[in-house]
Nanobody, 122 residues
Framework: VQLQASGGGLVQAGGSLRLSCAASGRTVSTYVMGWFRQAPGKEREFVAALSWDDINTYYADSVKDRFTISRDNAKNTVYLQMNSLKPEDTAVYYC????????????????WGQGTLVTVSS
C-alpha cells in the first residue's frame, strides 16, 4: 500500500483545511486509517483514526470536535477535515494504514504517507 498525503498549506487561525490521503497499490476499504502529526521539535503524535468498517472514529483530545476523519472507498482516499484551526495545530501531518483493529499507537501502523505541512498563523 502506498499512501500520498496532500492538502496542507498556510491558513489563519480559525480557518479550515481538508487533508487527503490517496492510497494506491491496494484498496484500503478494509484497513484502519490513521492521521498523525509532528510539530517542530516534538514527537509524532496521534490525531485521528477510523476503524476498518467505518463505524468507529477516534480522536486526540486536542482535536476532538474540530477534526473529522472520513473515507471515500470509491476514490480509495481518506480525509481529515480540520476546522477551527489553532496555531498549535501547526505540524507535518501523516496518514497511515494498518490491518486489524484501530489503535492510537504509531508503531502499530504498517504503511505511511510522506506527510503534508499545515501551518496555522495567529
Amino acid at each position: 500500500v502506498q499512501l500520498q498525503a496532500s492538502g496542507g498549506g498556510l491558513v489563519q487561525a480559525g480557518g479550515s483545511l481538508r487533508l487527503s490521503c490517496a492510497a494506491s497499490g491496494r484498496t484500503v476499504s478494509t484497513y484502519v486509517m490513521g492521521w498523525f502529526r509532528q510539530a517542530p521539535g516534538k514527537e509524532r503524535e496521534f490525531v485521528a483514526a477510523l476503524s476498518w468498517d467505518d463505524i468507529n472514529t477516534y480522536y486526540a483530545d486536542s482535536v476532538k470536535d474540530r477534526f473529522t476523519i472520513s473515507r471515500d472507498n470509491a476514490k480509495n482516499t481518506v480525509y481529515l477535515q480540520m476546522n477551527s484551526l489553532k496555531p498549535e495545530d501547526t505540524a507535518v501531518y501523516y496518514c497511515a494504514a494498518r490491518r486489524g483493529f484501530a489503535t492510537t499507537i504509531m508503531t502499530d501502523y504498517s504503511y505511511w504517507g510522506q506527510g503534508t505541512l499545515v501551518t496555522v498563523s495567529s
